[in-house]
């Protein structure tokens, strides 16, 4: 069973910066695509960025330009810095490992919050 522990988060003021974090139980090598989604409350879940074992990034319009998403493949984690905050990126944040063999996994959430 894979587990993602996500850390970091929290509080942050609009222009502020937080960074959140994601340790997998299992190897990512260099072949599993990660990446972070979010849900703000009464919202659906959305993409906010990935990373594929490549190192090719993605990231939402929305994002683009303030987030930077990293990865360590020799210690299984995934990074997420977040930078220019506005009080839009209030949501719970989820790490995704996609796995080529092994399937799709989610972290638990961690919630960011941006005060105005």
């Known amino acids: 069973q894979v587990q993602l522990v996500e850390s970091g988060g929290g509080l942050a003021q609009t222009g502020g910066s937080l960074r959140v974090s994601c340790a997998a139980s299992v190897s990512i090598g260099s072949t599993a695509t990660v990446g972070w989604y979010r849900q703000a409350p009464g919202k659906q879940r959305e993409f906010v960025a990935q990373?594929?074992?490549?190192?090719?990034?993605n990231y939402a319009d929305s994002v683009k330009g303030r987030f930077t998403i990293s990865r360590d493949n020799a210690k299984n984690t995934v990074s997420l810095e977040m930078n220019s905050l506005k009080p839009e990126d209030t949501a719970v944040y989820y790490c995704?490992?996609?796995?080529?063999?092994?399937?799709?996994?989610w972290g638990q959430g961690t919630q960011v919050t941006v005060s105005s």
């Open positions: 995704n490992v996609r796995y080529s063999l092994i399937g799709n996994y």
């Open positions: 990373i594929t074992g490549a190192g090719s990034t």
